[in-house]
T-cell receptor, first 115, second 115 residues
Framework: AQSVTQLGSHVSVSEGALVLLRCNYSSSVPPYLFWYVQYPNQGLQLLLKYTSAATLVKGINGFEAEFKKSETSFHLTKPSAHMSDAAEYFCAVSDTTSGTYKYIFGTGTRLKVLA | EPEVTQTPSHQVTQMGQEVILRCVPISNHLYFYWYRQILGQKVEFLVSFYNNEISEKSEIFDDQFSVERPDGSNFTLKIRSTKLEDSAMYFC?????????????FGEGSRLTVL
Protein backbone atom coordinates (compact mmCIF):
# COMPACT_ATOMS: atom_id res chain seq x y z
CA ALA A 1 0.00 0.00 0.00
CA GLN A 2 1.15 3.51 -0.71
CA SER A 3 1.65 5.95 2.14
CA VAL A 4 3.41 9.12 3.20
CA THR A 5 5.04 9.95 6.51
CA GLN A 6 5.57 13.48 7.72
CA LEU A 7 8.26 13.89 10.33
CA GLY A 8 7.54 16.57 12.87
CA SER A 9 3.98 17.47 13.72
CA HIS A 10 5.08 20.98 14.68
CA VAL A 11 7.85 23.09 13.20
CA SER A 12 8.81 26.60 14.31
CA VAL A 13 11.01 28.93 12.31
CA SER A 14 11.90 32.58 12.58
CA GLU A 15 10.63 35.00 10.00
CA GLY A 16 13.15 35.08 7.16
CA ALA A 17 14.59 31.66 7.99
CA LEU A 18 14.56 28.57 5.81
CA VAL A 19 11.45 26.43 5.96
CA LEU A 20 11.94 22.66 5.65
CA LEU A 21 9.00 20.32 6.04
CA ARG A 22 9.74 16.64 5.63
CA CYS A 23 7.78 14.01 3.77
CA ASN A 24 8.82 10.45 2.99
CA TYR A 25 6.80 8.13 0.82
CA SER A 26 6.35 4.43 0.55
CA SER A 27 5.38 3.08 -2.84
CA SER A 28 6.26 0.09 -4.97
CA VAL A 29 5.46 2.03 -8.11
CA PRO A 30 6.47 5.53 -9.21
CA PRO A 31 4.50 7.86 -6.94
CA TYR A 32 2.57 11.00 -7.67
CA LEU A 33 3.06 13.34 -4.75
CA PHE A 34 1.40 16.52 -3.58
CA TRP A 35 1.75 19.18 -0.93
CA TYR A 36 -1.35 20.94 0.35
CA VAL A 37 -1.66 23.86 2.76
CA GLN A 38 -4.51 24.49 5.18
CA TYR A 39 -4.85 27.95 6.63
CA PRO A 40 -6.92 28.33 9.81
CA ASN A 41 -10.61 27.67 9.20
CA GLN A 42 -10.08 27.04 5.52
CA GLY A 43 -9.98 24.07 3.18
CA LEU A 44 -6.92 22.47 1.66
CA GLN A 45 -5.16 24.29 -1.14
CA LEU A 46 -2.69 22.71 -3.53
CA LEU A 47 0.85 24.07 -3.19
CA LEU A 48 2.58 21.87 -5.73
CA LYS A 49 2.64 18.41 -7.23
CA TYR A 50 5.19 15.92 -8.55
CA THR A 51 4.12 14.01 -11.61
CA SER A 52 7.51 12.67 -12.78
CA ALA A 53 8.16 15.48 -15.27
CA ALA A 54 10.86 17.17 -13.16
CA THR A 55 12.36 16.28 -9.80
CA LEU A 56 12.41 19.88 -8.57
CA VAL A 57 8.91 21.25 -8.46
CA LYS A 58 8.04 24.87 -7.89
CA GLY A 59 4.74 25.83 -6.38
CA ILE A 60 2.84 28.83 -5.19
CA ASN A 61 3.95 31.32 -2.55
CA GLY A 62 7.65 30.61 -3.12
CA PHE A 63 7.53 26.97 -2.05
CA GLU A 64 9.32 24.18 -3.83
CA ALA A 65 9.90 20.48 -3.31
CA GLU A 66 12.46 18.02 -4.59
CA PHE A 67 11.66 14.41 -5.38
CA LYS A 68 14.53 12.15 -4.35
CA LYS A 69 13.94 8.54 -5.27
CA SER A 70 17.08 7.33 -3.48
CA GLU A 71 15.80 8.80 -0.23
CA THR A 72 12.09 8.21 -0.93
CA SER A 73 11.56 11.81 0.03
CA PHE A 74 9.60 14.81 -1.16
CA HIS A 75 10.52 17.56 1.30
CA LEU A 76 8.96 21.00 1.05
CA THR A 77 11.18 24.07 1.32
CA LYS A 78 10.98 27.83 1.19
CA PRO A 79 14.12 29.96 1.43
CA SER A 80 12.63 32.69 3.62
CA ALA A 81 9.64 32.23 5.88
CA HIS A 82 6.94 34.85 6.07
CA MET A 83 4.40 35.31 8.83
CA SER A 84 1.65 34.45 6.37
CA ASP A 85 3.15 30.97 5.90
CA ALA A 86 1.86 29.91 9.30
CA ALA A 87 -0.51 27.05 8.51
CA GLU A 88 -0.78 23.29 8.45
CA TYR A 89 0.93 21.47 5.59
CA PHE A 90 -0.05 18.06 4.31
CA CYS A 91 1.89 15.75 2.07
CA ALA A 92 -0.18 13.33 -0.01
CA VAL A 93 0.30 10.50 -2.49
CA SER A 94 -2.11 9.51 -5.22
CA ASP A 95 -3.18 5.92 -4.66
CA THR A 96 -2.41 4.32 -7.99
CA THR A 97 -3.34 0.87 -6.70
CA SER A 98 -6.99 1.82 -6.68
CA GLY A 99 -8.94 2.88 -9.72
CA THR A 100 -10.04 6.09 -8.06
CA TYR A 101 -6.56 7.55 -7.52
CA LYS A 102 -7.69 8.93 -4.22
CA TYR A 103 -5.17 10.92 -2.23
CA ILE A 104 -3.66 9.43 0.91
CA PHE A 105 -2.56 12.15 3.29
CA GLY A 106 0.14 12.33 5.90
CA THR A 107 -0.55 13.44 9.44
CA GLY A 108 0.33 17.05 8.71
CA THR A 109 2.92 19.51 9.99
CA ARG A 110 1.86 22.71 11.67
CA LEU A 111 4.25 25.52 10.79
CA LYS A 112 4.68 28.37 13.22
CA VAL A 113 6.58 31.48 12.12
CA LEU A 114 8.15 33.55 14.88
CA ALA A 115 8.60 37.29 14.56
CA GLU B 1 -12.44 31.43 -9.72
CA PRO B 2 -14.63 28.33 -9.43
CA GLU B 3 -14.64 26.70 -6.04
CA VAL B 4 -16.15 23.84 -4.10
CA THR B 5 -18.72 25.09 -1.61
CA GLN B 6 -19.95 23.28 1.47
CA THR B 7 -22.87 23.82 3.83
CA PRO B 8 -23.29 24.09 6.70
CA SER B 9 -19.96 25.38 7.91
CA HIS B 10 -20.71 24.11 11.40
CA GLN B 11 -23.41 21.79 12.69
CA VAL B 12 -24.07 20.67 16.22
CA THR B 13 -26.26 17.62 16.68
CA GLN B 14 -27.31 15.14 19.31
CA MET B 15 -26.04 11.58 19.22
CA GLY B 16 -28.37 9.38 17.21
CA GLN B 17 -29.63 12.16 14.96
CA GLU B 18 -29.34 12.17 11.19
CA VAL B 19 -27.09 14.71 9.55
CA ILE B 20 -26.78 15.74 5.92
CA LEU B 21 -23.74 17.64 4.75
CA ARG B 22 -24.01 19.34 1.41
CA CYS B 23 -21.45 20.14 -1.23
CA VAL B 24 -21.56 21.88 -4.58
CA PRO B 25 -18.56 20.69 -6.59
CA ILE B 26 -17.02 22.71 -9.40
CA SER B 27 -19.43 22.55 -12.30
CA ASN B 28 -17.39 20.66 -14.91
CA HIS B 29 -15.89 18.19 -12.44
CA LEU B 30 -16.84 14.54 -12.69
CA TYR B 31 -15.15 12.89 -9.70
CA PHE B 32 -16.27 13.60 -6.16
CA TYR B 33 -14.87 12.71 -2.78
CA TRP B 34 -15.55 13.05 0.92
CA TYR B 35 -12.73 13.19 3.44
CA ARG B 36 -12.82 13.79 7.15
CA GLN B 37 -10.37 15.19 9.66
CA ILE B 38 -10.82 14.45 13.34
CA LEU B 39 -9.35 17.28 15.39
CA GLY B 40 -5.58 17.05 15.46
CA GLN B 41 -5.45 14.01 13.21
CA LYS B 42 -4.81 13.39 9.55
CA VAL B 43 -7.18 13.86 6.67
CA GLU B 44 -8.84 10.50 5.98
CA PHE B 45 -10.52 9.28 2.83
CA LEU B 46 -14.17 8.29 3.19
CA VAL B 47 -15.63 7.73 -0.26
CA SER B 48 -15.27 8.50 -3.95
CA PHE B 49 -18.13 8.89 -6.39
CA TYR B 50 -18.22 8.85 -10.15
CA ASN B 51 -20.95 8.40 -12.75
CA ASN B 52 -23.63 8.38 -10.07
CA GLU B 53 -22.19 5.56 -8.06
CA ILE B 54 -19.66 4.90 -5.36
CA SER B 55 -16.33 3.93 -6.89
CA GLU B 56 -14.47 3.30 -3.65
CA LYS B 57 -15.13 3.56 0.06
CA SER B 58 -12.97 3.21 3.12
CA GLU B 59 -13.52 1.09 6.21
CA ILE B 60 -14.79 4.20 7.96
CA PHE B 61 -17.66 4.49 5.47
CA ASP B 62 -19.97 1.92 7.04
CA ASP B 63 -23.73 1.45 6.72
CA GLN B 64 -24.37 4.61 8.69
CA PHE B 65 -22.94 6.68 5.85
CA SER B 66 -24.39 7.30 2.41
CA VAL B 67 -23.73 9.68 -0.45
CA GLU B 68 -25.98 11.00 -3.13
CA ARG B 69 -25.95 13.32 -6.07
CA PRO B 70 -29.63 14.23 -6.11
CA ASP B 71 -29.36 16.69 -8.98
CA GLY B 72 -26.75 18.01 -11.35
CA SER B 73 -25.03 20.20 -8.81
CA ASN B 74 -25.24 18.91 -5.24
CA PHE B 75 -23.27 16.09 -3.66
CA THR B 76 -24.39 15.08 -0.17
CA LEU B 77 -23.04 13.00 2.67
CA LYS B 78 -25.62 11.57 5.07
CA ILE B 79 -24.88 10.10 8.46
CA ARG B 80 -27.97 8.22 9.60
CA SER B 81 -27.40 7.94 13.31
CA THR B 82 -24.51 10.04 14.51
CA LYS B 83 -22.05 8.86 17.14
CA LEU B 84 -19.72 10.91 19.29
CA GLU B 85 -16.78 9.69 17.23
CA ASP B 86 -18.30 11.19 14.08
CA SER B 87 -17.32 14.62 15.38
CA ALA B 88 -14.88 15.90 12.78
CA MET B 89 -14.35 18.31 9.94
CA TYR B 90 -15.76 16.87 6.72
CA PHE B 91 -14.25 17.98 3.45
CA CYS B 92 -15.79 17.61 0.04
CA UNK B 93 -13.45 17.52 -2.95
CA UNK B 94 -13.83 17.26 -6.69
CA UNK B 95 -11.73 17.03 -9.80
CA UNK B 96 -12.30 17.06 -13.51
CA UNK B 97 -9.71 14.45 -14.36
CA UNK B 98 -9.80 11.08 -12.69
CA UNK B 99 -6.19 10.08 -13.28
CA UNK B 100 -3.37 10.08 -10.72
CA UNK B 101 -2.18 13.61 -11.43
CA UNK B 102 -5.53 15.34 -11.44
CA UNK B 103 -5.68 18.06 -8.81
CA UNK B 104 -8.25 17.65 -6.06
CA UNK B 105 -10.08 20.85 -5.20
CA PHE B 106 -11.34 21.00 -1.64
CA GLY B 107 -14.15 22.91 -0.01
CA GLU B 108 -13.68 24.77 3.25
CA GLY B 109 -15.23 21.96 5.23
CA SER B 110 -18.22 21.32 7.44
CA ARG B 111 -17.46 20.97 11.11
CA LEU B 112 -19.72 18.41 12.76
CA THR B 113 -20.01 18.32 16.52
CA VAL B 114 -21.93 15.41 18.03
CA LEU B 115 -23.03 15.82 21.65
Amino acid sequence: AQSVTQLGSHVSVSEGALVLLRCNYSSSVPPYLFWYVQYPNQGLQLLLKYTSAATLVKGINGFEAEFKKSETSFHLTKPSAHMSDAAEYFCAVSDTTSGTYKYIFGTGTRLKVLA
Amino acid sequence: EPEVTQTPSHQVTQMGQEVILRCVPISNHLYFYWYRQILGQKVEFLVSFYNNEISEKSEIFDDQFSVERPDGSNFTLKIRSTKLEDSAMYFCASRVYGGPTGELFFGEGSRLTVL
